[in-house]
Antibody, heavy 118, light 106 residues
Framework: EVHLVESGGGLVKPGGSLRLSCAAS????????MNWVRQAPGKGLEWVSS????????YYADSVRGRFTISRDNAKNSLYLQINSVRAEDTAVYYC???????????WGQGTLVTVSS | EIVLTQSPATLSLSPGERATLSCRAS??????LAWYQQKPGQAPRLLIY???NRATGIPARFSGSGSGTDFTLTISSLEPEDFAVYYC????????FGQGTKLEIK
């Protein structure tokens, strides 16, 4: 059974940094592109970043480019998101999601909450 | 960027009724249109992909239709567990989601 478990969320001050992790199990992690999708409290879904199987293709939403860095360690079946220079508008639940067929998010983790506040 | 606009924002219906949710794209999405269901406190779940194909394990009462810029998710007869928020999503210009339609019990 596919499992994605995020961790690393918490309270961070504006301008601070945080590193989110996503532990994958139940599938061959190295065979799938992976993504981060976030959801601000009471709001809709926003795609954040995507990384290809071998990390040779990496993409970001305009809202986070230059501040967020996605990475993965296939040996550890893990996905990461380094969040720097956080802003209030980065407050959200961050989900890791597996990508199939170039655009479908077929499995999601339970999410980890990032709260940006002084 | 392709913008997806969902309507209505909220739909109030009773169990057993038919639900029709709309998703309109600002430009053609070439058939790459998906629908997700999200219940409170849970992650989204993939329902429909490529406009009209049900994902694994999705009941037949869920169906998708449309083309070009106008798409519809239909739930033929609402079950109590179907009351949730529904999002459409496209990939023709990165991955964008609609703002969601909340399906609530009347």
């Amino acid at each position: 059974e596919v499992h994605l478990v995020e961790s690393g969320g918490g309270l961070v001050k504006p301008g601070g940094s945080l590193r989110l992790s996503c532990a994958a199990s139940g599938f061959t992690f190295s065979s799938y592109d992976m993504n981060w999708v976030r959801q601000a409290p009471g709001k809709g879904l926003e795609w954040v970043s995507s990384i290809s199987r071998k990390s040779n293709y990496i993409y970001y939403a305009d809202s986070v480019r230059g501040r967020f860095t996605i990475s993965r360690d296939n040996a550890k079946n893990s996905l990461y998101l380094q969040i720097n220079s956080v802003r209030a508008e980065d407050t959200a639940v961050y989900y890791c999601a597996r990508l199939v067929d170039d655009y479908l998010f077929d499995y999601w983790g339970q999410g980890t909450l990032v709260t940006v506040s002084s | 960027e392709i913008v997806l606009t969902q309507s209505p924002a909220t739909l109030s219906l009773s169990p057993g009724e038919r639900a029709t949710l709309s998703c309109r794209a600002s430009q053609s999405v070439s058939g790459y249109l998906a629908w997700y269901q999200q219940k409170p406190g849970q992650a989204p779940r993939l329902l429909i992909y490529d406009v009209s194909n049900r994902a694994t394990g999705i009941p037949a009462r869920f169906s998708g239709s449309g083309s070009g810029t106008d798409f519809t998710l239909t739930i033929s007869s609402l079950e109590p567990e179907d009351f949730a928020v529904y999002y459409c999503q496209q990939r023709s210009n990165w991955y964008t989601f609609g703002q969601g339609t909340k399906l609530e019990i009347k």
